[in-house]
């Protein structure tokens, strides 16, 4: 991709939050009273340690709700994103890049400007106003998956979890909510063809011939923050930049499939499947071994 259209593409973004901003700020005193009614109609759903969710909600009402229906139901120019299941099997960190970026080219505006605890916050409640509860069984031997997913298949180098490991790659302690068992796996065996977007993973061209491979943290208009493999973050001017464009390698091992016995990948999934259950405040049904 040359800088030009990358460019473009920031600038539509910012363009859209701004208007978003306007109407989101008339709708905050509208919605408080609809909020109280629809809090109770989820009190079941919502997590314990609510506090975080209820800021959410607010949140969505004065951001969200103006396209997206209070409810999450679908409005006149956003749709339903609470009951539909395309929706409800994406994983957390996929709805918050989509909130953090939006989706171009469509009316979904970028919100990177809320900051990721804020985001990671409106899904949560996304996923109160999706009324996600149904466990699925948990397959595998989790203790072994923590040992594999800490140990060999060194999946902590890259990734975070419960706040140890890697910051390279997503953290995955709240990944698998809402996954079952074999989306869980598709995940693992396909993470780049799992994503729908473009997880920011790029290769950038200086004016004076040196590269550098690493994932997009953060832009603006005239610079860039790239955060490389051994975790580094560098700053860089657009303007000593020739070209940025999509990493050739997708940085997560596509071979899973290969290096991880069948039960291996099982054992890794019940460890990921557990760990956000757990996150999540749910009960965590007791170890038992199924075949999915
Ligand atoms: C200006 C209207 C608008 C606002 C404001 C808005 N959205 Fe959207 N949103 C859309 C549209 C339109 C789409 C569908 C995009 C497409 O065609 O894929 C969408 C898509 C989405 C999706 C993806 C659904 C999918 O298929 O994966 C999520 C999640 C989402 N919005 C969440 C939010 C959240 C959370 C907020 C508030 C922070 C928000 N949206 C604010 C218009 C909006
Ligand atoms: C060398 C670094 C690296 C290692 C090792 C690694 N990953 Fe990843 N992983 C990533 C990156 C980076 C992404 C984001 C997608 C991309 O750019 O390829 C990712 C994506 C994922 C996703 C999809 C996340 C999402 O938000 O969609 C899952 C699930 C995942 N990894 C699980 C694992 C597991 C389990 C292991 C160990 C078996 C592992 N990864 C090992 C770097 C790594």
Same mark, same amino acid.
């Given at each position: 991709m040359k800088l030009g259209s990358f460019r473009g593409v920031v600038f539509q973004s910012v363009l859209l939050s701004v208007g978003t901003l306007a109407w989101a700020a008339i709708l905050i005193t509208a919605s408080a009273t609809v909020l109280a009614q629809n809090s109770g109609k989820h009190a079941k759903t919502v997590r314990p340690d609510s506090e975080r969710v209820a800021e959410a909600s607010k949140i969505f009402a004065a951001t969200c709700a103006g396209c997206h229906g209070l409810d999450g139901r679908g409005g006149e120019r956003g749709p339903n994103i609470a009951s539909r299941q395309e929706v409800q099997r994406r994983s957390d960190g996929e709805l918050q890049r989509t909130v953090r970026n939006g989706i171009s080219e469509t009316g979904m505006p970028n919100f990177a400007f809320l900051g990721n605890a804020k985001i990671e916050a409106l899904v949560s409640y996304l996923r109160v106003l999706q009324g996600k509860s149904a466990p699925e069984p948990i397959p595998g031997n989790s203790q072994q998956g923590e040992s594999l997913f800490f140990g060999r298949a060194q999946c902590s180098k890259c990734h975070t979890l419960g706040g140890k490991g890697g910051f390279i790659g997503p953290d995955l302690t709240g990944f698998a909510e809402g996954l079952s068992p074999r989306e869980m796996s598709h995940a693992i065996l396909n993470p780049e063809r799992e994503? *729908?977007?473009? *997880?920011?993973s790029v290769s950038v061209t200086f004016v004076d011939g040196r590269s550098l491979d690493g994932i997009v943290r953060n832009e603006d208009n005239f610079s860039l923050q790239i955060q490389s493999l051994d975790g580094a973050f560098h700053l860089i001017q657009k303007a000593e930049v020739s070209e940025v464009k999509p990493a050739a390698k997708p940085l997560m091992p596509d071979d899973y499939g290969k290096t991880l016995s069948a039960t291996e990948l099982d054992d890794i999934v019940g460890f990921l499947m557990r760990t956000a259950r757990k996150e999540s405040g749910r009960a965590v049904p007791k170890e038992k071994h199924e075949d999915d």
């Open positions: 994503s *729908r977007q473009n *997880r920011g």
